[in-house]
């Protein structure tokens, strides 16, 4: 049985391992499987293994190594066993402690004043941890604050920015619909002034034809005369 997880240490789904160790969830379970085939011991709720800290370092090792799955999962079994044992004889050690504890009232209360100065200096940390997690929880709640106001002020700014392009576009389009009906009111102008010339010069054209025929009558009537004249004197 495990001895080396420490009072209150923290425990990690494989979801969370894989996701410090960078690998994918079923290459975690591969990883575990390869290290209780060698005789890594997990700490198991029923068949899920529970990983800490120091199983994780072990995952990391095997991610990392440069040799083989099962060389290095029993390098690693050794270094659990020899982390165990470490554990077992402080576990021993500390109970001989308390069979050791001095009979004498004197030397008896000064260790109680001992413990109880570890007990005053624990409850201080405890205090300072927290008033530290009270103002970490109002930090990040002001940061929370900050980024709703900024991300609203964000929203804003892309709405009216939007708005402003949709604007400009509009003008743009109405702009050019009017560019493009005066173009097409100077050009129907301007084929009805063409037309208007072709329609003078038309009638020049029939005005100067009809003179010209009214001349060459008018000559051919003359050569008539002097030629009756001339007939006449020739007689």
């Given at each position: ?16 391992v894989a996701e410090a160790v960078g690998i994918a969830t079923p290459t975690v379970r591969k990883y575990g ?110 940061l929370q604050q900050d980024h709703h106001v900024i991300s609203s002020s964000i929203g804003n700014s892309a ?77």
């Open positions: 049985m495990r001895r080396d997880i420490q009072p209150n240490e923290r425990a990690f789904s494989s979801k969370e499987q390869i290290l209780e085939r060698n005789g890594y011991e997990f700490l198991k709720d029923g068949d899920r293994r529970i990983f800490v800290k120091s199983d994780i370092q072990a995952l990391i090792a095997l991610r990392d190594t440069a040799n083989s799955l099962d060389d290095t999962a029993k390098d690693l079994v050794d270094l659990q066993k020899e982390r165990l044992k470490e554990s077992n004889e402080t576990e021993i050690a500390v109970s001989d402690t308390y069979e050791e504890l001095p009979h004498d009232p004197n030397q008896l209360k000064e260790a109680l004043m001992i413990l109880f100065k570890e007990l005053a200096a624990t409850r201080e940390m405890n205090v300072q941890l927290t008033n530290d997690m009270s103002q970490l929880k109002t930090t990040v709640s002001r709405q009216k920015t939007n708005a402003k392009i949709e604007k400009l576009t509009e003008q743009q389009k109405h702009h050019y619909k009017t560019l493009l009906q005066q173009e097409k009111q100077k050009s129907e102008l301007l084929q009805k002034e063409i037309q208007n010339m072709r329609d003078e010069q038309k009638r020049e054209w029939s005005s100067q034809s009809d003179f010209n025929k009214r001349l060459e009558e008018a000559i051919q009537k003359r050569n008539g005369k002097w030629g009756k004249l001339f007939s006449i004197f020739g007689k």
